[in-house]
């Protein structure tokens, strides 16, 4: 096998501070001591059987430098470290895979590479899975959980039509988070509603509970009635949204993404949920990683600087109008026994207006995404094994 990348020598430099590794198409990646030392993989710094690391920064002496290097297969490298006189053995193609030595130029509002930003175009090929297909296919619920990580929703259809069946769609790959909604709740026109969710009125496109820190991370909405007339599920790209906004002023993106808003909900006897949270969430190196809007729970925002909040006001309102698009938008219409999974922190939903005619009946519940994340990297890695068996 041709492979460009493949280390052909090891260098020692700053005094055994790094060492570099060159690679055969003339690239090369350079390694600290104590980067090295503290990712050791032997049985004295990492457990055999859990993988956790059995030592702390403190055990790893702060004088650590490499005093020899050398290639000692194709994928094993040895290092002696000092003052421990430590010597360690890693794999080459561990720390390719691990390597920190990239310059990579990243702006704010930068996206994972994962994730693959969508609008109403993907109304030809919505991601949907069959319930009986996923519950006996492991491969099918990688694919479905994989289809969730990049564009933020999936269908699924043919589920069974009896309350709470919602929980076993989660359980294919995690936990549901209970609030004071319940561990799961109706979605129905209500007499008395604690929620404009729980009536027939249309709800702009949103995302649920912003009041909530940190927000429900998921949430699964599964169709038990719908003959009523109207009603369609609608869904937004946040992330397609707000880089929309990013490209047409810069300026805007930027206010949304600097100060926060504020978010509350008082509706329920002994509930007063309350955030203060940005509408567009940054990484610290810019990574675009949530959008938390929804019209009925904003609170008055009051951490904007008077000489900015005629801007702030103005950015809101171009990020509102770009999520009305109807360009943007992807529909579809439940029928029972199907449901759509989102991840609320970056896709918002929405639904038409529906009518008294007939019925319609959702329940809907909030797993937590570090789960399906858990589920899906556990699927891919196993994946990978089977492959290099
Ligand atoms: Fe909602």
Request: net charge negative; charged share 25%; with cysteine.
């Amino acid at each position: 096998m041709h492979d460009e990348s493949r280390i052909e020598n090891v260098e020692l430099a700053g005094e055994g501070d790094y060492i570099i590794l060159h690679q055969k198409d003339g690239g090369a990646l350079r390694f600290h001591a104590m980067w090295l030392r503290d990712n050791a993989l032997d049985a004295e710094t990492r457990s055999p059987q859990n993988g956790q690391r059995l030592i702390t920064i403190d055990d790893i002496p702060v004088e650590t430098r490499v005093s020899a290097a050398t290639l000692d297969g194709p994928d094993s490298l040895k290092i002696e470290f000092q003052p421990e006189k430590k010597s360690l053995t890693y794999s080459l193609n561990w720390l390719k895979r691990h390597a920190y030595d990239v310059a990579e130029e990243k702006s704010a509002g930068w996206l994972d590479p994962k994730v693959e930003l969508w609008d109403k175009a993907l109304n030809n090929r919505i991601p949907t899975a069959d319930y009986e297909t996923v519950t006996q296919d492991k491969a099918a619920l990688a694919a479905w959980l994989g289809d969730i990580r990049r564009f933020g929703f999936a269908k699924m259809t043919g589920g069974p039509v009896k309350s709470g069946a919602l929980l076993d769609v989660a359980a294919l790959f995690g936990f549901v988070r209970e609030t004071n909604y319940g561990k799961w709740f109706e979605v129905r026109a209500e007499v008395t509603p604690t929620n404009l969710a729980f009536t027939s009125a249309g709800l702009q496109a949103h995302t649920d509970n912003p009041y909530r820190d940190p927000v429900p991370t998921m949430q699964i909405l599964y169709a038990l009635e719908n003959s009523a007339t109207g009603g369609d599920s609608l869904l937004v790209d946040g992330f397609k949204a707000v880089k929309r906004l990013q490209e047409n002023n810069p300026d805007h993106f930027d206010i949304l993404a600097r100060y926060n808003a504020r978010y509350e909900y008082a509706g329920q006897a002994d509930v007063c949920l309350q955030s203060r949270k940005p509408m567009i969430e940054l990484e610290p190196d810019g990574e675009l990683v949530g959008v938390r809007f929804n019209n009925r729970s904003i609170a008055p925002v009051t951490d904007v600087p008077f000489d900015k909040m005629p801007d702030y006001y103005a950015a809101y309102r171009a990020l509102s109008e770009i999520i009305n698009d109807p360009a943007m938008a992807v529909s579809f219409r439940l029928e029972p026994g199907d449901c759509f999974i989102v991840d609320n922190t970056r896709v918002l939903h929405a639904r038409n207006a529906y009518s008294g005619h007939g019925s319609r009946w959702l329940q809907g519940c909030y797993p937590d995404k570090d789960g399906l994340l858990s589920t899906l990297a556990s699927l891919e890695n196993k994946n990978l094994e089977d492959n290099d068996a």
